[in-house]
DNA sequence: TCTGGGGTCCTCTGCCCT
DNA sequence: TCTGAGGGCAGAGGACCC
């Protein structure tokens, strides 16, 4: 099982590659003056947390999701430096390029993993573990960075086989990994159950908790819990599930990547959001990017959410699901502040949100306007946009959506739509930030706060 | 001295309709 | 006309993932 070994074509179909410290490794690319030093990539801020350690910052004890404010103190020697998602983004993608060249059957889970079918790619390779092999060395051709692979009869295992595969961290510094870990057929439940229980997907905080008070902590326990007693402590569909891991099966099939279920854009603030102008402002501005990035991936919306963090940490969301799909910032922040006017604002927020859902797949506004003429659009509305029907609804006007009222028009009208497409032209000419709504701008902005989104 | 951002999925609840 | 059951759906929130 440590060492990569031959097996017979189709015999273990799927592959997990993760990443070895991704966001680190793309910083060291971009400066190589932070090779050998611990490194931590997150937010920089008061609020900031830890995306992602250099395998030196993660021996003091840094993790991710770690406030960045405790890891300085746990890691003093540690450069701290600000995501930038743009270089993640691009290596990502040329990562992306080299799975596909092994198997058109690919499932994207972030930006640095991704589970592989690979039981049609047998022509061309003797075995699984060939394959595996042979990505890492793409990966490291097309990119310079170490990923590990894993390899197993289902994706639970090859999850936990990447995981095994992985570098060791060490107080003198990262131990290489096996690179490629195998689990064979045979092996599957020994490897399986010798697990912490929370090494499953799925087992978080909350679910741990309530295992353990069941005398749960290691997969093999789990396997070991009658089905009766897991359901009436996780639930039903949870308990099953997790039954069925805990026997190592899982026959999840891997999904090439579809459309979205969701855009959102959200955003901690340096210092608690107060003044319902303040917060309505900001909603603006996030609507803004979200509709942004709805139109640049040729999608439109028909629920807007809402999501408020108070100061002390409880969460709020409002949603709204309109007749009609929208793409602009226009619409997109008319809902928003509708909703935001629903919300308990006294005491300020620390944390605003927008985001989209029920997404459909629209031409996009800037390839719809750049294909029409002035007359064509003149001629009919842009399509395949229902447009909001009235440009001049009195501000009292009502439209009727479920158990809610919005008020004022809530589809995207074509002046929204020509105006988006002018915005998108005038930020990839000059930069996201040169331009924005003036209701936007009412924001005194701290430098933390002037992100406009990935 | 604090606890991000962008997602997905599930459960529960209430409402509407048949 | 009223009532209850049950399905479908939307909304709210929780848990989890990287």
């Given at each position: 099982m440590s060492q990569p070994q031959r097996r017979p074509p189709?015999?273990?179909p799927i592959l997990h590659v993760d990443m070895d410290a991704f966001y680190v490794e793309v910083e060291r690319m971009r400066d190589?003056?932070?090779?050998g030093r611990p490194v931590i990539v997150g937010g920089?801020?008061?609020?900031g947390v830890v995306a992602s350690a250099s395998y030196e910052a993660r021996a003091a004890g840094v993790h991710a999701a770690m406030p960045t404010a405790q890891a300085r103190r746990l890691c003093p020697s540690a450069v701290v430096v600000t995501s930038d998602f743009s270089g993640y983004i691009e290596a990502s993608s040329a990562i992306a390029e080299v799975f596909e060249s092994v198997t058109p059957h690919v499932e994207p889970i972030a930006l640095d993993e991704a589970f592989l079918?690979?039981?049609?790619?047998h022509r061309l390779f003797d075995s699984s573990s060939e394959i595996a092999w042979h990505l890492r060395n793409a990966v490291r051709e097309a990119v310079a960075l170490e990923c590990s692979v894993g390899v197993a009869s289902n994706k639970t295992l090859a999850k936990l086989a990447s995981v095994a595969a992985k570098p060791a961290v060490h107080p003198d510094g990262p131990r290489p990994g096996l690179g490629v870990c195998v689990v064979s057929v045979a092996d599957e439940l020994d490897f399986l159950q010798a697990?912490?229980?929370?090494?499953?997907?799925?087992?978080g905080p909350m679910t741990l908790r309530r295992l353990n008070e069941i005398n749960v902590s290691t997969v093999g326990d789990l396997a070991a819990v009658p089905l009766e007693r897991l359901v009436s402590t996780v639930g039903a569909a949870h308990g099953a599930h997790l039954a069925a891991l805990a026997r190592g099966i899982d026959d999840r099939p891997v999904h090439r990547?579809?459309?979205?279920r969701s855009v959102s854009h959200e955003q901690t603030f340096e210092t608690d959001l107060t003044g319902a102008d303040r917060v309505r402002s900001e909603a603006v501005r996030l609507a803004d990017a979200v509709a942004s990035r709805l139109r640049a991936n040729g999608l439109s919306g028909r629920t807007v959410t809402v999501k408020v963090k108070h100061p002390d940490f409880s969460l709020r969301t409002r949603a709204h699901t309109i007749p009609e799909p929208i793409q602009t910032g226009h619409a997109l922040a008319h809902v928003a502040q509708e909703l935001i006017?629903?919300?308990?604002l006294h005491g300020g927020i620390r944390l605003l949100g927008v985001a989209v859902s029920n997404l459909e797949e629209t031409a996009s506004a800037e390839t719809e306007s750049a294909t029409r003429s002035a007359d064509e659009r003149e001629a009919a509305p842009a399509q395949p946009h229902q447009m909001?029907?009235?440009?001049?609804?009195?501000?009292?006007a009502q439209t009727e959506c479920g158990d809610e009222t919005i008020r004022g028009p809530t589809g995207d009208t074509e002046l929204d739509l020509r105006l988006a497409v002018a915005l998108d032209a005038i930020r990839n000419r000059?930069?996201?930030?040169v331009i924005a709504h003036g209701s936007a701008a009412l924001r005194d902005g701290t430098p933390g706060e002037r992100r406009w989104g990935r």
């Open positions: 189709g015999e273990l190589p003056s932070l090779i920089s801020g008061r609020r079918d690979v039981s049609g790619a697990h912490r229980v929370e090494a499953l997907w799925g087992v990547g579809g459309l979205p006017g629903s919300l308990d909001a029907l009235d440009l001049n609804l009195p501000p009292d000059f930069g996201r930030t």
